[in-house]
């Protein structure tokens, strides 16, 4: 997978986060978005509370989540 090319909106860069996917432009990383939701806490809230992000961005955090976890997984024997 392309970081850049699939998933415009998401970076990870060593000197952000510890090198955490984060949204592109800030220091929100992914899985506190996805902490957020899995909360019960709602889109239009997790806008509330971070209001630098953009629309769109928590669609991003879940396509980008569920392409991670469509990658294969090999299995050290």
Do not use: W
């Amino acid at each position: 997978m392309n970081i850049e090319q699939d998933h415009p909106r998401i970076s990870i860069d060593p000197a952000i986060m510890f090198g955490k996917p984060c949204i592109k432009g800030t220091r929100v990383p992914v899985y506190l978005i996805l902490r957020k939701l899995s909360s019960g806490m709602s889109e239009a809230e997790i806008h509330e509370a971070y209001p630098h992000l953009e629309q769109g961005d928590v669609q991003a955090v879940l396509a980008y989540a569920a392409d991670q976890l469509e990658e294969p997984v090999v299995a050290a024997q």
